[in-house]
């Protein structure tokens, strides 16, 4: 991400992270939070109830976060970025809730750009996003990508820019680093205006 260091007349990213109440993936929620937080931007927990989230350590429960905003309160056009964690359980319930389902769509409508890692593409389908796009996932979400017209490919991190808005993906924890570094350049160079 650009920081607004460097660039004086670009204010913090305020960056949405979309999770269900329970099911993220923690170190998928942590790493990206932190790393929009080391670029200068404002990282924001939204999810489908008020109070807090939990997430695991794949089947075991983790720690528990607190919940800045409820999806059916907030609008896509109040942050400049969406995350989505992964975890099996999170997108599965996500892609559960139209308002949720809604407000991912949102961002590819208003052309802002989105990060997505392991299963979180999940929610992407059910949006219907995906169709011409090339993206990764974990590779259990591969037929479901095909078949709601994307390009699958097998690999750290795809940064697509074939749509309307830049959407970067991940296959799996052992991608965040890739994936951090991916998203947060691409969220940056979206807010200075060279590139969505």
């Known amino acids: 991400m650009t920081s607004p260091k460097n660039s004086p007349k670009t204010p913090p990213l305020k960056v949405a992270f979309l999770v269900a109440p329970e099911g ?25 109830r008020p109070g807090h989230v939990q997430a695991f350590h794949h089947l075991d429960k983790g720690d528990t976060f607190p919940v800045d905003a409820v999806v059916a309160d907030v609008r896509a056009e109040e942050y400049d970025a969406l995350v989505l964690p992964g975890g099996v359980a999170n997108p599965d319930f996500l892609r559960m809730d139209e308002r949720a389902v809604g407000f ?3 961002f590819f ?7 997505a890692i392991c299963h979180a593409p999940w929610t992407l389908v059910e949006a219907d996003v995906v169709r011409g796009r090339t993206l990764t996932s974990w590779p259990s979400l591969r037929t479901d990508v095909q078949n709601a017209g994307g390009h699958w490919v097998d690999e ?9 808005n830049t959407l970067v993906t991940s296959r799996k924890p052992d991608d965040l680093k890739a994936f951090c570094a991916a998203f947060t350049e691409e969220f940056g160079r979206a807010a200075a205006g060279d590139g969505s």
């Open 104 to 106: 991912v769509r949102d």
């Open 109 to 115: 409508v208003a052309g802002r750009p989105v990060a």
């Open 156 to 164: 750290q991190v795809k940064v697509c820019t074939a749509g309307p």
């Open 24 to 48: 993220v993936e923690q170190v998928e929620l942590t790493e990206p939070w932190q790393a929009v937080k080391d670029a200068c931007g404002t990282p924001h927990l939204v999810s489908t």
